[in-house]
T-cell receptor
Framework: DAGVIQSPRHEVTEMGQEVTLRCKPISGHDYLFWYRQTMMRGLELLIYFNNNVPIDDSGMPEDRFSAKMPNASFSTLKIQPSEPRDSAVYFC?????????????FGEGSRLTVL | GEDVEQSLFLSVREGDSSVINCTYTDSSSTYLYWYKQEPGAGLQLLTYIFSNMDMKQDQRLTVLLNKKDKHLSLRIADTQTGDSAIYFCAESIGGNNDMRFGAGTRLTVKP
C-alpha cells in the first residue's frame, strides 16, 4: 500500500485566497483525521471522520475551515479565506478500527504558508 | 492537568541512553503511545503499551508506565544519530479513537 497520500506537499498563497488540501487514506481504513502542527501549538486535532461521517469537529478553529469526505478514499480540508495565522503543516492520518487502537498512519503533510 | 505534557528538548551524546518523559491526563486510557517524527515527515508509531502493563521492551526501546502518577517514559539505549527526531507521547481518550498528543520532545544526538 502506498500509505496516506496528501497533496499538495507545499503551498504558498496570499491572504484571502482559498486553500484546498487533499488526502487519500489507506484503503480499508475507516477513520480519517486532520491535524495541524505549528511550533507554538504543537499537534492539534482539527476533525475526524468514521466511515465518511464527521464525528468530532470541535478542533476546527473557525468557520473559515471546512472538511469533507465524499467517499472512503478521499477527503479535503478547505480554508476560505486564508490568513497568515493559518500557516502550518497539515497532516492527514488514517486508522483501521480493526487494528491496534490508536495506530495512526500519517501522511507526509502539506506545508501551508499564507503571506 | 488537561494537556499531555512533555519537555520540549533533549540533547544526548551518541552511545548514551536517552530518557523522554511524559505526563498524560486520562487514567482510563487503554493504550499509551510513542510516535516518532523525522524531519519533513509525518508521525510514525514507534511503540505502545497496554495500560495493564508497567513495562515493555522492544530492542533498544524500553517503555515504563506508572499509572498511579500517570507518567510514561521512553528510554532509548545506545542512542544513535539516526534517533534524532521529535518524539510524541499520546493517549487515547476515553477508549475511543480520539488521540491526544503531547507537544513533542525534540531529541538531538551529538556525535
Amino acid at each position: 500500500d502506498a500509505g496516506v497520500i496528501q497533496s499538495p506537499r507545499h503551498e504558498v498563497t496570499e491572504m484571502g485566497q482559498e486553500v484546498t488540501l487533499r488526502c487519500k487514506p489507506i484503503s480499508g481504513h475507516d477513520y480519517l483525521f486532520w491535524y495541524r502542527q505549528t511550533m507554538m501549538r504543537g499537534l492539534e486535532l482539527l476533525i475526524y471522520f468514521n466511515n465518511n461521517v464527521p464525528i468530532d469537529d470541535s478542533g476546527m478553529p473557525e468557520d473559515r475551515f471546512s472538511a469533507k469526505m465524499p467517499n472512503a478514499s478521499f477527503s479535503t480540508l478547505k480554508i476560505q479565506p486564508s490568513e497568515p495565522r493559518d500557516s502550518a503543516v497539515y497532516f492527514c492520518a488514517s486508522l483501521t478500527g480493526g487494528g491496534i487502537a490508536g495506530e495512526l498512519f500519517f501522511g507526509e503533510g502539506s506545508r501551508l504558508t499564507v503571506l | 492537568g488537561e494537556d499531555v505534557e512533555q519537555s520540549l528538548f533533549l540533547s544526548v551524546r551518541e552511545g548514551d541512553s536517552s530518557v523522554i518523559n511524559c505526563t498524560y491526563t486520562d487514567s482510563s486510557s487503554t493504550y499509551l503511545y510513542w510516535y516518532k517524527q523525522e524531519p519533513g515527515a509525518g508521525l510514525q508509531l514507534l511503540t505502545y503499551i497496554f495500560s495493564n502493563m508497567d513495562m515493555k521492551q522492544d530492542q533498544r526501546l524500553t517503555v515504563l508506565l506508572n499509572k498511579k502518577d500517570k507518567h510514561l517514559s521512553l528510554r532509548i539505549a545506545d542512542t544513535q544519530t539516526g534517533d534524532s527526531a521529535i518524539y510524541f507521547c499520546a493517549e487515547s481518550i476515553g477508549g475511543n479513537n480520539d488521540m491526544r498528543f503531547g507537544a513533542g520532545t525534540r531529541l538531538t544526538v551529538k556525535p
